[in-house]
């Protein structure tokens, strides 16, 4: 399943939605599209068994933050076998479970602020394009045009930075995890004071990297 409450109502998105399931799917679904439905439709729950039960990609538009009960089984993704079938239940009924099944909300909301109990159903993803954002795009998209060695070179960049700082983060939940577990004074613990010495000589290291990437990453934007 693919679930995505996404915080935008830009129509590019449904554009984005529509070439995601299609690249997701089988070659004999590609042609099926995407089916649109809204909370208000007469034959919501229809439409919604109808892509569980055929394996197309479903969205729903313009939830608020609350969301509609009925879809619990498919947000909790409680299937169950019966007769040797994956089905689940919808309601009142219990429909054949496909799959090839993608579901996606959308919301009109500029900034909706979901529960908890939402957030941990859903991948949330937000599209709302800042001024910034936008110029970074652009930028993108004409330097990928103009320079796809500069493109390439940064987008290894940001990569590289990622995994630097990833690995800067281990270093720190390590170095924490050993002051938590050491036992008397830290100061008499002459491996874990070897462990934090080496640990800043690897830290400062990553950091320097970090920013000669970075401002690599500038120069690069400003060619």
Not at 159 to 166: E, G, I
Request: charged content about 30%; aromatic content about 6%; glycine content about 4%.
């Amino acid at each position: 399943l693919c679930y995505a409450c996404i915080a935008s109502g830009l129509r590019f998105v449904i554009i984005w939605l529509l070439s995601l399931s299609l690249s997701l799917s089988l070659p004999q679904e590609k042609e099926r599209g995407l089916d649109v439905v809204k909370l208000t439709d007469r034959d919501f729950l229809r439409s919604l068994e109808n892509a569980v039960r055929f394996g197309r990609a479903c969205l729903l538009e313009n939830v608020g933050e609350e969301l509609d009960p009925a879809l619990e089984p498919i947000l909790l993704r409680q299937t169950f076998k019966q007769a040797g079938s994956i089905v689940i239940k919808l309601g009142d009924n219990v429909i054949p479970y496909h799959d090839d099944f993608h579901f996606y909300i959308t919301t009109k909301l500029p900034n909706p602020h979901y529960t908890p109990e939402v957030s941990t159903k859903v991948t949330l993803v937000n599209f709302t394009l800042s001024p910034s954002g936008l110029e970074d795009q652009l930028l993108a998209l004409v330097v990928a045009e103009e320079r796809p060695d500069l493109e390439e070179a940064k987008n290894q960049l940001i990569v590289s930075n990622a995994k630097m700082k990833q690995e800067l983060k281990e270093i720190e939940d390590k170095i924490l995890e050993r002051l938590s577990n050491t036992e008397g004074s830290p100061v008499d613990d002459v491996d874990l004071i070897d462990t934090l010495e080496k640990s800043k000589v690897k830290s400062e290291e990553i950091k320097a990297k970090v920013m000669t990437a970075e401002q690599t990453e500038k120069d690069i934007d400003e060619t």
